[in-house]
């Protein structure tokens, strides 16, 4: 039988190295909008290699649409989208100028997005510090989109 489906990165991981993907299917295409701003990644990690990180920050500022998307890994069960710090950046800050970020803004919305993250203690770090972690870059992320 040939079929396909589309799922949404939203849904597709559903836990820990766990994913809607069924034991029949395989992943022939990935799709992703072209966004027209600065993009940035950084992590916490025992190193700069293709080990599982303390934690992690991905930042789109889509200029086009004058908002911004935060993306956090290693601090939940699953990548966890941060729409509540988007949210509370777009309504308080007005990106369509391209202006740069305040200190005190980009912390706001590195405590705002810490607050969404779900940590656990373990043997890689502790949650306290995951938050801070991601409370940090975050916020770096956030003025290096904006400077």
Same mark, same amino acid.
């Given at each position: 039988?040939?079929?396909?489906?589309?799922?949404?990165?939203? /849904?597709?991981?559903?836990?820990?190295?766990?994913?809607?993907?069924?034991?029949? #299917?395989?992943?022939?295409?990935? /799709?992703?909008?072209?966004?027209?701003?600065?993009?940035?990644?950084?992590?916490?990690?025992?190193?700069?290699?293709?080990?599982?990180?303390?934690?992690?920050?991905? $930042?789109?500022?889509?200029?086009?649409?004058?908002?911004?998307?935060?993306?956090?890994?290693?601090?939940? *069960?699953?990548?966890?989208?941060?729409?509540? &710090?988007?949210?509370? $950046?777009?309504?308080?800050?007005? $990106?369509?100028?391209?202006?740069?970020?305040? *200190?005190?803004?980009?912390?706001?919305?590195?405590?705002? &997005?810490?607050? #969404?993250?779900? *940590?656990? /203690?373990?043997?890689?770090?502790?949650?306290?510090?995951?938050?801070?972690?991601?409370?940090?870059?975050?916020?770096?992320?956030?003025?290096?989109?904006?400077?």
């Amino acid at each position: 039988v040939d079929s396909t489906r589309v799922v949404s990165i939203h /849904d597709f991981m559903t836990g820990v190295k766990r994913s809607v993907r069924q034991h029949d #299917e395989i992943i022939t295409s990935v /799709d992703f909008p072209i966004v027209k701003g600065w993009q940035g990644y950084s992590k916490v990690g025992v190193r700069n290699a293709m080990v599982i990180s303390v934690a992690s920050t991905c $930042l789109v500022a889509d200029h086009a649409n004058s908002n911004v998307r935060i993306a956090l890994g290693s601090v939940g *069960p699953t990548i966890i989208r941060c729409r509540e &710090a988007e949210a509370w $950046l777009n309504a308080n800050h007005d $990106l369509s100028t391209g202006a740069s970020i305040s *200190p005190q803004v980009a912390a706001e919305f590195g405590k705002r &997005a810490a607050a #969404e993250s779900s *940590p656990i /203690d373990d043997h890689r770090s502790t949650a306290q510090y995951r938050r801070h972690a991601i409370s940090v870059l975050a916020s770096r992320l956030l003025r290096k989109a904006y400077q």
